[in-house]
């Protein structure tokens, strides 16, 4: 067997290797970060709407109306184009929706998609879906490598803790070499407007029976629903069981930064449910946490419909035809939000027009 060190020379050719590797994210921090859309035409296809939030963010110019940021879950439960028309009749103008989201929860992801898109357009509101069970631990997000660059929005990360640091950091080693190959040598893969289109749609998903099984079409009208019992009115709302399983420091954390942000943009901010197939029968919709108060926006909503609500006409054996797994598949994506719309609505006149909708 050949030796592992073969020589002085090789061990500190090696030491330096490594050196290199491990300080990379610094180092390149000094000589200066590439441009931050490089950021998102790196980011693999397979991890969910990259293609489109770098289009949303860097290309597309001009404010929007409503952004919702979030996770898959987002992708899958809210029909933008729906939304966006449904506004654009009540304003009676072309209204504006965009989404920007990635695969996998994590608030420190969330963060970073909303202070790119702030520091480069403007929304007159946000809407955000905050973490469920899902989200496992307290650690960064799971592509947190892809997107993390060292010094990068320093103000953030000051009041996290040095073993917390370190974690971001670990991912940025493992991603600072990706990041300076796709700097030197940039995807345009993304680019393709045919893949942008698919990818933010995630539409593989539509019309996919629950686990696996055969989709079968239901009806995806949604019945009516009272709009003011769709939004938060406090801790003790009957509607919402704010009482679930805290997020750790971490996240926490990054939840207030959230809400920093949206002071500093003076953004009106508000929070959206997605029922996941778990939920099924409940008729509180369960919330890890209060989020108004974890934000640091007490004024914040918080949109949703119990399960039990929302599928009040539809036999129990039939509601896991409206999911692929916790995700909505077409059939609830279409039937969520119609439901929710009205609230949506709602609360974008009186966060920018001080009135209800008629």
Do not use: C
């Amino acid at each position: 067997m050949f030796p592992a060190i073969w020589s002085n020379r090789h061990a500190v050719a090696l030491i330096l290797v490594i050196g290199i590797l491990l300080t990379l994210p610094m180092l390149m921090s000094v000589a200066g970060l590439p441009p931050r859309d490089r950021v998102y035409s790196g980011i693999r296809v397979e991890t969910g709407t990259g293609p489109l939030d770098e289009q949303n963010i860097f290309e597309e110019k001009g404010p929007v109306d409503i952004l919702f940021v979030g996770s898959s879950l987002i992708v899958r439960g809210v029909d933008m184009n729906y939304v966006q028309q449904q506004l654009s009749a009540s304003l009676g103008r072309p209204a504006k929706v965009a989404r920007l989201s990635l695969k996998w929860q994590g608030l420190d992801m969330q963060y970073m998609l909303m202070r790119d898109f702030l520091e480069h357009r403007k929304a007159n509101l946000v809407i955000m879906d905050m973490p469920t069970l899902a989200l496992i631990g307290d650690a960064p997000h799971i592509q947190a490598y892809r997107w993390m660059r060292w010094g990068e929005f320093p103000e953030s990360t000051s009041g996290l803790s040095f073993r917390q640091r370190m974690a971001i950091y670990g991912a940025q080693v493992l991603g600072a070499p990706r990041q300076m190959v796709n700097y030197l040598r940039p995807n345009r893969l993304v680019q393709s407007p045919r893949l942008v289109a698919k990818l933010g749609s995630q539409s593989e998903y539509g019309s996919v029976g629950y686990f696996g099984g055969p989709f079968v079409t239901e009806p995806r009208t949604p019945p009516q629903i009272p709009v003011d019992s769709m939004s938060s009115h406090g801790v003790a709302d009957n509607n919402f069981d704010f009482q679930g399983l805290a997020l750790g420091p971490y996240h926490r954390h990054w939840a207030r930064e959230i809400g920093n942000l949206a002071k500093q943009y003076n953004v009106p901010f508000a929070m959206i449910h997605v029922p996941e197939d778990t939920e099924r029968g409940m008729s509180q919709i369960p919330e890890r946490m209060y989020w108004p108060e974890i934000v640091g926006l007490p004024a914040a909503p918080v949109l949703g419909i119990p399960s039990a609500t929302l599928f009040q006409a539809t036999p129990a054996s039939e509601i896991n035809n409206y999911y692929y797994d916790q995700h909505f598949n077409d059939n609830g994506k279409e039937f969520f939000t119609r439901a929710i719309t009205p609230a949506v609505l709602d609360l974008y006149m009186k966060e920018t027009h001080g009135r209800t909708i008629q």
